[in-house]
């Protein structure tokens, strides 16, 4: 499947689309300059979701760090989501996120700092993220046992004797059907971990007139990415 299908099918942004539309993966990996945008291309070239998530979390933890007071809930969002942190807590914490988020004024007299707002946003999408990718093997590996214990059945063995002892990563799989349901939380795990990376640039560059700010931001976002997955991608090979 091709870059732009995978990209379509997930139901990534139209901007995104578009520009995917003349290149393929691994042009996609080289040249891409945004952060959001690099989550969407790394998810298509078969990165595992939860380094992915990780290397967001890195990302999302330098915005959250920039501000000047009420970091706690958000921290604590963040490192819950980069340590796999059980989805009950992760849906915990994005809430009191959002909440802060809520709280604070809404002019740039505030004792906090103008992009707070977006860094709560950032920090409560990676716990959703981190909530969905845990769904998403959870369902995973109720789908593997039922398959087993169908499998055992016919065979007449124990079940768990067809299981692997080293579950796969959870990664977008083109191949599946479009109802699965471990791969539908795949897709919202990704599109959380990249809305994530979309506030924390806003966080680094709140005001209007930030916007080559941003722009660097972004394109920082998405070199850090690529450093540190590159290893976790199978190659493709490039279109003739």
């Known amino acids: 499947m091709t870059l732009s299908s995978l990209l379509e099918r997930l139901e990534a942004p139209e901007k995104l689309l578009v520009w995917a539309s003349s290149t393929d993966q691994e042009g996609a990996w080289s040249a891409c300059v945004r952060g959001d945008w690099m989550v969407w291309v790394a998810a298509c070239s078969r990165v595992p979701v ?14 959250v760090l920039a501000m000047s007071a009420g970091t706690e809930p958000l921290t604590r969002a963040v490192e819950l989501a980069r340590l796999a942190g059980p989805a009950k807590e992760c849906r915990a914490a994005a809430k009191r996120c959002d909440q802060a988020a809520a709280a604070i004024p809404a002019n740039y007299r505030s004792a906090v700092a103008p992009g707070y707002r977006a860094a709560a946003r950032a920090a409560a999408w990676v716990a959703r993220a981190s909530d969905g990718l845990s769904t998403a093997e959870v369902r995973a590996e109720t789908r593997a046992w039922e398959k087993a214990h169908q499998y055992s059945i016919g065979m007449n063995i124990i079940a768990h004797a067809t299981l692997s002892k080293h579950p796969r990563a959870m990664r977008v799989d083109g191949s599946a059907a479009p ?12 599109a959380a971990a990249a809305q994530a990376l979309a506030q924390a640039a806003i966080a680094l560059a709140p005001r209007k007139e930030d916007r080559g700010q941003r722009r660097e931001v972004r394109a920082r976002f998405a070199q850090t990415l690529r450093l540190q997955l590159d290893t976790q991608r199978p190659r493709q090979k490039r279109s003739p």
């Not at 939860?50 to 915005?63: F, G, I, S, T, Y």
């Not at 109802?179 to 990704?190: F, H, K, M, S, T």
């Open 50 to 63: 939860r380094p992915l998530l990780q290397a967001a979390c890195d990302c999302v933890l330098e915005a």
């Open 179 to 190: 109802d699965d349901p471990a791969q539908e939380q795949i897709a919202y795990a990704v």
